[in-house]
């Protein structure tokens, strides 16, 4: 899952939705003096990793990636999903998405003190370009694919991966609708059980 599916799946909480954000950015162990509930979200992101890619839906995504982007097939579909949720928007969404993302943007600002340093760099990008609305475009998706392959310090095949979400359109939203309402009844298991 990507930016947008973390938000959503953390539920209501700030806390959740603040660590479901910054999840990407926080590898290893927790950073010291992290609020209890912002790290309770960041846990939150990794089991909902972690239930994606074990879940038949996404493994099945995986697999209709090409050969020659299999390694990356996990993010490409992150993305794919953060793009069918962003156009599907109205069915999951209790709030259009304009609002939730202008939500979560000003909620990062918010704490961005506490927001690891690539992310903290990030927001303002992020936030100008509105580059969570905006997955509701494959284009939009696609270019945010060719961005992260300019981050990544390895070569890698993402660069034009948007073509993938084209070539078998289809088949990656039927996986998308299998997967998200596990996704969601999973994240709130998780959330009651803490």
Aim: a neutral charge; hydrophobic letters at 45%.
């Amino acid at each position: 899952m990507n930016f947008l599916a973390h938000a959503f799946l953390a539920g209501d909480s700030p806390a959740d939705q603040l660590g479901g954000l910054i999840g990407d950015f926080v590898k290893g162990p927790l950073p010291a003096g992290l609020p209890p509930d912002v790290a309770a979200g960041v846990r939150l992101h990794r089991q909902i990793d972690v239930f994606a890619d074990t879940h038949p839906a996404f493994i099945r995504s995986r697999a209709r990636v090409s050969t020659g982007r299999r390694r990356v097939a996990g993010v490409m579909v992150d993305m794919f999903y953060d793009h069918f949720l962003a156009h599907h928007w109205s069915r999951f969404g209790d709030e259009p998405l304009d609002v939730f993302t202008a939500r979560m943007y000003r909620l990062m600002d918010s704490h961005a003190a506490m927001l690891p340093p690539r992310l903290r760099e990030l927001l303002p990008r992020i936030a100008g370009a509105d580059w969570f609305g905006s997955y509701r475009a494959v284009d939009a998706t696609s270019q945010a694919l060719d961005r992260i392959a300019l981050r990544l310090r390895r070569e890698n095949p993402l660069v034009g991966g948007g073509a993938e979400l084209v070539g078998d359109y289809a088949g990656f939203e039927a996986d998308f609708f299998a997967f998200i309402p596990d996704a969601q009844r999973y994240a709130e298991s998780c959330r009651l059980q803490r």
